[in-house]
Every structure is written in structure tokens, then in C-alpha cells.
């Protein structure tokens, strides 16, 4: 756990890199101080880069018309915050009480996604510092229309291409996962793994969600494009697991040669369309590429006319249809991203962007669901709020100048999550100390006059942007010499704000690690919720896949990606919870072995699902008592599962014989159906056994008795 956490803090993540956002960020802050020392206005000049800098930390690399959105609900925040920071302000009682009210529903705000958490601090931070102030109400007025400037420049500058370059956002997504899955074409498949591409096409569902309602011609390739990459994706994970089970059984090294060259070429030809996606130009290599793998499905097809036992022919023709299924694929999205066609079938559907009233009352389902103290997201808000509290008498008792560092440095450090908290609680402490130390370093060297000055926070703004959001303690550097140059800029003492500054950014540090401490909300209290609401994902996902028709429907399909994306964000969720839970010291390490064991059990589930769906359109699921059998008792294993992991007394007698039903199933297929289905129906039976034996070993352990066992079923 330790060493977990040491890496943590060590951590320096070069994708987080982006110095094209740090730059315009910069710009931003600096154009405002430079004009403001122009026209004799620094004061002035300081208000708006002050609030452009805070809107700073929502810019990004997503969609234009997302980020805009965010940047100005950002802007609009941060304004109200600097008034009503401002008007509080001249009453201690009344300033206390406004940041006890906005650190909780800043805090409760987790439950809503990143985006309103990040919005909620950077507005508390804000209206903690106006509340320091004793502003009259002309110039609480004044201070939040300069910081809604500030705001609207930075958000200007943000989206200032939009124009130029619409949809750039999104089809560098989209690139991003064609070059993922060309690799993925190559890479050896495992079923203890997660399925490939995964990450990847999160992002690029998340970058286009918001083209939902646009239905231009622009919009609607960019969705037939993500429409074919999953279809694409599926459809290698089945090519991957035929190909591996051709090198397991077949004596003619021809079939895998042919298999693999094609294959090969797939990967070329997903690269050519990742580059066309983002450069606009077609590779004059496509067309060639295209014609290799038609003749490679040939070639293959010509062995299986001289297959001489029925059990090679069925393999081979299976193997047949799903190289067509995968060059097809290929040639449709090819045509998409070079502008030759779009997707026959309406590509984007309407309900990937709900209505304001939809969203705003499934935001207000969450909120009401999450009010209790057993939601680590209300146990948040409940102790960033006490939290503050006492950093707000705390700051007011020792009765110095900007002793608001203290409860701002609270605000900055408290987090949901052990990890999160105590790796910014220390980083934010010794980065802040090295910090101030350059600070000094600055002053008693250089003695920047103003013009140094401005030219200093500018350049300090882009390293906070630039390599700040690789490393929390390189960000708390950069942003604690930053800030005594603003303070420094407004006419205070360099020696005061530094002073200050540490003491106070310190004892802010060490009261929120110690108010962590005394309420901690654990992980280990939530990944066996999260692992059974992934199980009931992937319980909705394969009941989906199992239910399709044998004709195409264009409104199951759409149902049966919106379950499949279910699915995978709830394994990502629990992914990430199994890798905070390493670092928790009152972690158990048999609980995070378990997890782990049951985790890549159900990967190889997940993945026969995915193969199952990736099957061409002959491989369907067969329509008959034993497969609606079979398929109706994974599904209440998945459900009986699901409710063990959530304390029911489940008994072994309530789940179905899987290996029995798998029996069945098999004797009722054809051979070529046999092929695909029997292998994969065999991977689901084998780890819905062993994950049942996993959670029933871990109920007789951890919960109120054991599971009554009777004989056991084969695995």
C-alpha cells in the first residue's frame, strides 16, 4: 500500500501535458494585467485575471460546445461567488455561514460527475477569498462584473476556433480509437483481461455525445464513423478468439497465415482511416488495401471448399463469414471518413442528449437518492462543510491578513476519496512550501518591477496549465509562486504574503488530513456495491445480446449499445475502485485479492458477450427452448450474484445447473452454429461458476453465515 502510495505521489503523467491550452490560458491572465498597467487601472487589471485564471482550470481538449458550456457556467459561478463573497464579507457570522452553505453543496455536487465537482470547488475557493474582504456593495458589484469579464475572455479564447474547426475535438477522438483498435487487431487477446479499446471509446462516445441533437451531414458521419468502430471493435474481438481457436486445433498452417495477413491489413487499414479522420486527406493506399482483404476472404473461402471432414468446414466457413463481416465493416467506414457515403440507418439517436427538464430531473433523482449519511457523496459534503467550519474559526481566531488561505486550502484538499486526499494534503503542503521558497528566490533576486511582474504571472500560468496537471505537487510549485506574484502585485509586502501563505496553507492541510481521518469514508464499504452494479450491467447488456432479432432493428440496436456503454462505464467504476482500495491502509488484502479474482472472472464473461455480439449475422443467437433456457439462467445467476454481493442470503439450490445447460444448448446446435456459439456459451458457464464459487467463499467469510452447500456443480 505504501509503495502504491509513493508512486502516487511521484506520479508524472506526460499525457496530461497540454501546452496549447496552457498557452491560451496564459494569454488569458496576462492580456488583463498588461491592460490594466496601461491605463493606469492594475487593481482593475488584477479583479479580471483573477477570474480568468479561475475559469482557467475548466478549460480543456473536449468538444467546443461542451467546454463553452462548462466555461461559462464556470464564468457565471465565479461571479456570484466574488458578489456574494463580497457582500457577506463585512460580517464574520454571515461570511462563515455562506462558506459552510457552498462547501456543502459544493461537496454534494461529486454526486452530479467531475465537471460539477470541479465547478463547485473553483467557485468555493473563490468566494472564500471575497469573503475576506469587506467590500461595499458597489464594489462587490464592481469586483464580479471584472471576474465575469475575465471569465468570458478565457471562455472566448477557449472556443475561439470553433468556427475554423467545428468538430476537431471530436474527430481527434475518433482518430484516437481507430489507431487504438488498429492495434488492438495485432494484440494477442486474453479473456482475463478487459476487452480491448476500451478507454478509448469512452472518450469518443463522451466527445460526440453532445452531436446528439445535430443531425448536419458533419454530425451524422462522425456518428456513422463511431457506430462502425464499435461494430468494428466487436467484431475483431470475435475474429481474435476464432484465431486463437485455430491455432489451438488446426494442422494446416495456411488457415492462420491467411487469417493473420488479413488481420495485418486490417490494422493497416484502420490506421489510414484514424490519419484521414483528423487530416482530411485520403491515403491513396486505401483503395489497394481494401482489394487485399477481399482477396484474402477469397483465398479463405477456397479452403473451405477442400476441407475434408465436416468439423473443418464448419469452422472454416464460420471463420469465412466473419473475415467478410470484418471487411465489410472496414470498407463502410473507409467510405465514411473519406467523404463517399454515409451510414444508410439514422446514426445518432436522439436520446444521447436529453432535454434541460430530462437532465434536470434525473439530477434531482440523484441528489434526493444520495441524501443520507450511508452515500459517501453526502458524507462529503457533511465533513467538507464541518471542515470549513472550523477553518473558518480557526483563521479568524489567529486574526491576520489573508488568513483565508487556511479554509481555501481545505477546500482544495478535501476529497471523496482517502487517496485523492491525503496525496493532495501532502503534495499540497510540501509543494506550496518549495513554492514560496522560489518566491523568495524570485524577489531577492531579480526585484521584478511591474512589467517583470506581469511577464512572471503569465509565465507561471503556463506552468500551472502546462505541467501542473501531471503532478498535484508541481502544480502546488507553480501555483503557490504565482499567487504571492498577484498578491505582490496589488502593493503587499512579498515577505508577508509568503509568510502567510505557508503558515497558512499548512495548518489548512493538516486540518483537513486530520478531519479525513477522524470520518473516513473507505472504499472497501463500496467496491462490493460497485461489483454487483456492474454485474447487473452486464446482466441487462447480455440479456440485450441474446434478445436480438435475426433482421436489422434499428431502435434494439440502438437499446443494445446504450446497455453495452452501461456496462462498460460500470466496470471502468469498478476498476478504479479495486485500484483506490490498494492504497487505503485499512485495506484488507485478501478483500482486494477477491476483487481482483472476481474481477477477471468476469472479464472472461464480459468478453464471450462481446464476441457473441461481434458474431456475424449467421452466428445469431439461435431461437430455440434450449438457448432461451441457457439464457434465462444466466440471467438469474447474474441476478442471484448480484444480490449476494449485497448481503441476501442466497442459497447454491436457487442457481440453475449451467454445465447442464450448456449440455443442452450445444446438442441442439448445427455444426456451423456449434462453431462460435458452443465455445463461447462454454467461457460464459465457466466463469459464472467460478464467480459464484468466488462470492460464495467470500459470503461464508465476511457476512452472517455460511451458504448452505449442497453437492457442488461442475465448473
Known sequence: MW??????????????????????????????????????????????????????????????????????????????????????????????????????????????????????????????????????????????????????????????????????????????????????????????????????????????????????????????????????????????????????????????????????????????????????????????????????????????????????????????????????????????????QLSDEQTSPAEMVPSWRSRARENLAKLQANLSLQSPAFRHAVRLAATLASGEMMAHLIYARRTYWLPMTIALVLKPEFTVTFSRGLLRIAGTLAGLVLSTALFRFLHPVTGMEVILIGLFVFLVRWIGPANYGIFAINVSALVVLLVAFTGVSPTEAILTRGIMTTLGGITALAAYAAWPTWEAMRSWEILAKMLDAYREYFRGVTARPGVSDSVLQRELDAVRIEARRRRSQLEASIDRLRMEPVANEQDILRLNTMLASSHRFINATMALEGAHEKALWPQSGAAEKFAQDVDKTLELLSAALRGARVSLRQFADLREDHHALVSSLGAEQRTLLAEETDRITNSLNTLREQIVAWREQNLRGPIATPEAQPV
Not at 489507431?179 to 479499446?197: M, N, V, W
Not at 464448419?314 to 463481416?325: F, G, K, N, P, S
Open 3 to 340: 509503495r502504491s502510495f509513493a508512486r502516487l505521489l511521484t506520479q508524472f503523467d506526460r499525457n496530461k501535458l497540454e501546452s496549447a491550452i496552457a498557452l491560451r490560458n496564459a494569454f488569458g491572465v496576462l492580456v488583463p494585467l498588461a491592460i490594466g498597467v496601461a491605463i493606469g487601472m492594475p487593481l482593475g487589471g488584477v479583479a479580471v485575471a483573477s477570474g480568468a485564471l479561475q475559469v482557467a482550470y475548466s478549460d480543456g481538449h473536449d468538444p467546443y460546445s461542451q467546454r463553452g458550456q462548462r466555461m461559462l457556467t464556470a464564468t457565471l459561478l465565479c461571479a456570484l461567488a466574488v458578489v456574494v463573497g463580497g457582500l457577506t464579507g463585512r460580517v464574520q457570522a454571515l461570511a462563515g455561514l455562506a462558506v459552510v452553505l457552498w462547501g456543502f453543496a459544493a461537496g454534494f455536487a461529486v454526486t452530479l460527475g467531475a465537471d460539477a465537482e470541479s465547478l463547485g470547488v473553483i467557485s468555493l475557493v473563490t468566494l472564500i477569498i471575497y469573503a475576506a474582504q469587506a467590500l461595499t456593495i458597489e464594489r462587490a458589484l464592481n469586483s464580479g462584473l471584472l471576474a465575469l469579464l475575465g471569465g468570458l475572455v478565457q471562455t472566448a479564447l477557449s472556443i475561439a476556433l470553433w468556427p475554423l474547426g467545428r468538430h476537431e475535438p471530436e474527430r481527434r477522438a475518433l482518430s484516437e480509437l481507430y489507431s487504438e483498435l488498429s492495434q488492438s487487431a495485432l494484440a494477442a487477446l486474453k479473456s482475463q483481461e478487459a476487452p480491448p479499446s476500451t478507454a478509448e471509446v469512452t472518450r469518443a462516445q463522451d466527445a460526440l455525445r453532445r452531436l446528439g441533437r445535430d443531425h448536419g451531414n458533419e454530425s451524422q458521419r462522425l456518428w456513422a464513423l463511431l457506430n462502425q468502430a464499435e461494430r468494428i471493435r466487436l467484431s475483431l474481438l470475435t475474429l481474435g478468439r476464432l484465431r486463437n481457436r485455430l491455432a489451438r486445433q488446426t494442422e494446416q498452417p495456411v488457415d492462420l497465415q491467411i487469417v493473420t495477413h488479413f488481420l495485418q491489413h486490417c490494422a493497416n487499414l484502420l490506421d489510414m482511416i484514424a490519419s484521414t479522420v483528423v487530416t482530411h486527406k485520403t491515403l491513396s493506399s486505401g483503395p489497394p488495401a481494401l482489394r487485399e482483404l477481399q482477396q484474402l476472404s477469397e483465398q479463405y473461402r477456397s479452403l473451405e471448399k477442400t476441407s475434408d471432414s465436416a468439423f473443418p468446414t464448419a469452422v472454416r466457413r464460420t471463420m469465412r463469414r466473419q473475415l467478410d463481416a470484418v471487411a465489410g465493416q472496414l470498407r463502410a467506414a473507409f467510405s465514411i471518413a473519406t467523404n463517399q
